[in-house]
C-alpha cells in the first residue's frame, strides 16, 4: 500500500501533465484518496516508447473503502464528472444494482482494447468520461476517468481508475489479424473483435458505449469463437476460483445463441466444453457445461 501523501502527489502530477478539462474530477479524486477516513490501495502503470520517451500508455487504480457516513466524498465525484461533461467527448453511468446479470465495459488502455473492467463488483454502480489529450496534436489518445462503487450499510467500496490509450477510432483504422487455436484448428478473426487479455469476459446484454469495437454488432462466427476460446482460457487460470461460476455462466450465454456457428465449428466446441467440466468438482457449474453442450446439439 502506498502512502496518501504519494497518491496524492500522483494525481497532482497526472494534472500538470494534463489540460485542465478534467480539472473538476481530478480534484474530486484527490480528496476522497487523501481524506483521513479512506482507506486505500494502489496499482499504477506507465509505458512509453522507447524511442521518442513518449507516453503510450497509462492505467491507475485505486482501490477505496470509507464509512457509509462518509458518502458525500463519492457524491462530490459524481457532481465533478457532471461538472466536467461538457468537455468529455463520451461520459457514461450505470447501475447494476439488483439486476441479474452484470454490466460490463472495457477502458482500453494503450493501443490496444485489452483494457481495465468495469462492471466487475456485483450491485455496483460505475461511471466513466473520455477526454482528448489536448497534447496530443494528432487527437488520437484520449484520458478516461471512472469510479465504480457499491453501497454498504456500514462501508463504501470502490476503485477510481485513470487510464490513457488511443482512441476507439484510431484503434478501428488499425485492425488487425490474429489466429487462435480451437483443438487443433487454426482460425483467423478479427484482432480487435474480442481480445481482453487477462482481463474481465463480457457478454452481448452488456452496457457497451464508446470504449471498445465490437459492441452492439452481429457476431462473426470468428468473434463467436474468439470470445468463447476468452472465456474458456479465463475459467480454465482458475477453474475453483470466485469468477469460475461467471465464466461458466458466460460460456453458457453464447451456446444459447449460435446462429452464426457453423455444424462443425459447434462440435469442437462441445467437446472443449467436455474437457472443461473435468477440471472443475462444482456440480453447478458442471449442469451449466452440460446444457451448453445440448444447446450446441440443436
Known sequence: MKSKQFLAVSIMMLSLQTAHAQGH???????????????????????????TGTKIGQLDVYEFTIPASHHNLVEDIK??????????YSLSSVSTANKKSYNYTSLAVGGEDNGYPLGDMKNSRYIYALFLDAD???KSHRYAYAMEWCEGAKEIVGKLIITYATTQEHRRSKRQTRTIS??????????????????????????????????????SSESWLSEFNTYKNLFLKNPDGTAASHYASSIYK????????????????????????????????KQLFDMSIKRLGK
Open 254 to 285: 453464447l451456446c444459447k445463441n449460435t446462429n452464426s456457428v457453423e455444424k462443425d465449428e459447434k462440435m469442437l466446441v462441445a467437446q472443449e466444453i467436455a474437457k472443461l467440466k473435468t477440471s472443475t468438482k462444482d456440480e453447478f457449474i
Open 79 to 88: 457532481q465533478a464528472f457532471d461538472q466536467d461533461k461538457e468537455k468529455a
Open 182 to 219: 480451437i483443438n487443433g484448428r487454426d482460425i483467423k478473426i478479427d484482432g480487435n473483435s474480442f481480445s481482453f487479455g487477462s482481463g474481465f469476459p463480457y457478454d452481448d446484454s452488456s452496457v457497451f458505449d464508446s470504449d471498445s469495437l465490437f459492441f452492439n454488432r452481429q457476431k
Open 136 to 138: 496530443d496534436q494528432s
Open 25 to 51: 474530477i481530478k480534484r474530486a479524486f484527490n480528496v476522497l484518496i487523501t481524506d483521513t477516513s479512506t482507506k486505500v490501495e494502489s496499482t499504477q502503470k506507465l509505458n512509453k516508447d522507447p524511442e
